[in-house]
T-cell receptor
Framework: DQQVKQNSPSLSVQEGRISILNCDYT??????FLWYKKYPAEGPTFLIS?????DKNEDGRFTVFLNKSAKHLSLHIVPSQPGDSAVYFC????????????FGGGTRLMVKP | DVKVTQSSRYLVKRTGEKVFLECVQD?????MFWYRQDPGLGLRLIYF???????EKGDIPEGYSVSREKKERFSLILESASTNQTSMYLC????????????????FGQGTRLTVV
């Protein structure tokens, strides 16, 4: 059973608008969450992270929100740019179980000019 | 910058062959990981290692083994390749287990697209 789920396989957004990517998790022991971005034929690159003791972390155009009671996190990209078109993966770590990342299935974001 | 290098970008192997995928990192990271990426399934952990000569099974270890003889190198071995092992293989590294929070993100190599025919 997948512990981290991204229920939207794809998302299409107009350039300049907000992109919202969602992620749900089931394991309440996760204490750190990350977002990765992946272009075709390349490895994932780290984007932004958030600790379970926070509810928001912002880095430039990227903001991650965490709702621990709902076991839900989201990545907001404002404004969206065509270069943001990629697959985005949500990941989680339970530090007591080791530092390995558990990933969601990914969401393909397409930003149209 | 952290660099994780995988020895091949593309590989084509025959069913039954023994396949070696090599990964090297240059940041003195203690943790190293092997994932495979398949459409709709995200990245699934095959094996990981916290230290030299140490290895732990991930979620899908069947049909694979690993070797970590040196801290910077982590090899994935397909003992007898099968067509269902056709996939994108991704190696990653990160700081050691004592680290928590910021800085624990994993850095990935460029991936190896393996096709087994």
């Amino acid at each position: 059973d997948q512990q981290v789920k991204q229920n939207s396989p794809s998302l299409s957004v107009q350039e300049g608008r907000i992109s919202i990517l969602n992620c749900d998790y089931t394991n309440s022991m996760f204490d750190y969450f990350l977002w990765y971005k992946k272009y075709p034929a390349e490895g994932p690159t780290f984007l932004i992270s958030i600790s379970s003791i926070k509810d928001k972390n912002e880095d430039g155009r990227f903001t991650v929100f965490l709702n621990k009671s709902a076991k839900h996190l989201s990545l907001h990209i404002v404004p969206s740019q065509p270069g943001d078109s990629a697959v985005y993966f949500c990941a989680a770590i339970d530090f007591n179980a080791g530092n390995m990342l558990t990933f969601g299935g990914g969401t393909r974001l397409m930003v149209k000019p | 910058d952290v660099k994780v290098t995988q020895s091949s970008r593309y590989l084509v192997k025959r069913t039954g062959e023994k396949v070696f995928l090599e990964c090297v990192q240059d940041m003195d990271h203690e943790n190293m990981f092997w994932y495979r990426q398949d459409p709709g399934l995200g990245l699934r952990l095959i094996y990981f290692s916290y230290d030299v000569k140490m290895k732990e099974k991930g979620d899908i270890p069947e049909g694979y083994s690993v070797s970590r003889e040196k801290k910077e190198r982590f090899s994935l071995i397909l003992e007898s390749a099968s067509t269902n092992q056709t996939s994108m293989y991704l190696c990653a590294s990160s700081l050691g287990r004592v680290h928590r929070g910021a800085g624990t993100e994993a850095f990935f190599g460029q991936g190896t697209r393996l096709t087994v025919v």
